[in-house]
């Protein structure tokens, strides 16, 4: 049952984003005249030349990709990011059926990078939010998953820089085609640049949140009071850490190491508590992930003690 519930909570968190996107397609990538990053750049730029809604030709598109995916083995994955792809389009569909025109953000060519800069952050948000519920937004994300079982080797980075360069590229001659008429000598780069900004905010916003999610800090604790800070920092961070047997290298004295690894807004509260302990010496490093989690039915360390 608790697998269950926590399966369905990832679906809800998936389902989320995709509506998340979906809006953020239809009120700021749409009216703005410019290309995403990826394949669904390349969807919002056949809808402006042919008018064949993006909802319609992601699914068609993400759809052997995400077999493919399936039938490598990774299933998993090629369900939850499929999932993803029709809840998007489906949603997209609707909203553009509607089509509640006052909701979109039309720059009219003034200050156009501030709807770009959003629909970035709001990329870069559902990234995170797909990746950590063991999903992706498709596209470029399922042939990463792909190339990486063919060629392990293979650095993706490449792959998907020349993705982008290639909508970017593209953009420059689809938005320069307008009133069915397409003229070298009025090629307009703006929509190049927008996509360069969008490419940049989405990918640095996914890198900010995905980093800070997961770093943690340790700190190394030596000192002859290990049962006091233990019982302290137990009481403040609300787990437990390791206990080490040590013994100074100058003196020959014994000590005790102790490790802690407590997230950033613990860090200050340890500090000022070993403050309080002169005899102790500590040190802090960053921790860039953690992997596993505490099982509380284990006995605290004082009780193993006795």
């Known amino acids: 049952m608790k697998k269950f519930f926590k ?28 290309a995403p990053s990826g394949i669904s750049g390349i969807c919002v730029m056949v809808q402006y030349l042919f008018g064949f809604s993006v909802g319609y030709l992601n699914i068609i598109i993400n759809l052997p990709l995400c077999l493919i995916a399936f039938f490598m083995g990774f299933r998993r994955f090629a369900v939850r990011s499929y999932y993803f792809c029709i809840t ?3 949603f997209y569909i609707i909203i553009q059926n509607i089509d509640p025109v006052f909701l979109q953000y039309n720059a009219n060519g003034q200050d156009t990078m501030l709807p770009v800069l959003i629909a970035g952050v709001t990329s870069g ?10 999903g992706s937004q498709c596209g470029t994300d399922v042939i990463s998953k792909i ?7 293979f650095n993706f980075f490449w792959a ?4 982008n360069s290639a909508v970017a590229v593209i953009s420059l001659f689809v938005y320069s085609y307008k009133d069915g008429v397409f003229s070298w000598n009025n090629l307009d780069y ?39 800070i233990i019982e302290a920092i137990t009481r403040v961070t609300h787990h437990t850490g390791t206990f080490i ?3 100074g290298m100058y003196t020959g004295e014994k000590k005790s190491v102790l490790i802690f690894v407590v997230n950033k807004f613990q860090v200050a509260h340890i500090r000022r508590l070993l403050r309080h302990y002169p005899d102790t010496f500590s040190y802090v490093t960053t921790v860039n992930e953690t992997v596993g989690d505490f099982d509380s039915r284990k006995k605290p360390y004082k009780e193993v003690k006795k």
């Open 147 to 153: 190339l990486s079982e063919k060629k392990p080797e």
């Open 88 to 90: 998007y389009s489906v």
């Open 245 to 247: 047997e040590g013994k």
């Open 7 to 34: 399966t369905l909570l990832r679906y809800i968190y998936i389902t989320f984003a995709a509506v998340l996107l979906a809006l953020a397609t239809y009120i700021l990538i749409i009216p703005n005249d410019f």
């Open 125 to 134: 948000l559902v990234t995170v939010l797909c990746y950590e519920n063991l």
């Open 190 to 228: 703006k929509p190049v640049a927008l996509c360069v900004l969008f490419c940049l905010a989405d990918s640095l916003v996914a890198d900010v949140i995905w980093r800070n999610g997961r770093e943690a800090s340790q700190f190394v604790i030596i000192t002859p009071t290990p049962d006091e």
């Open 160 to 163: 998907s820089f020349f993705i």
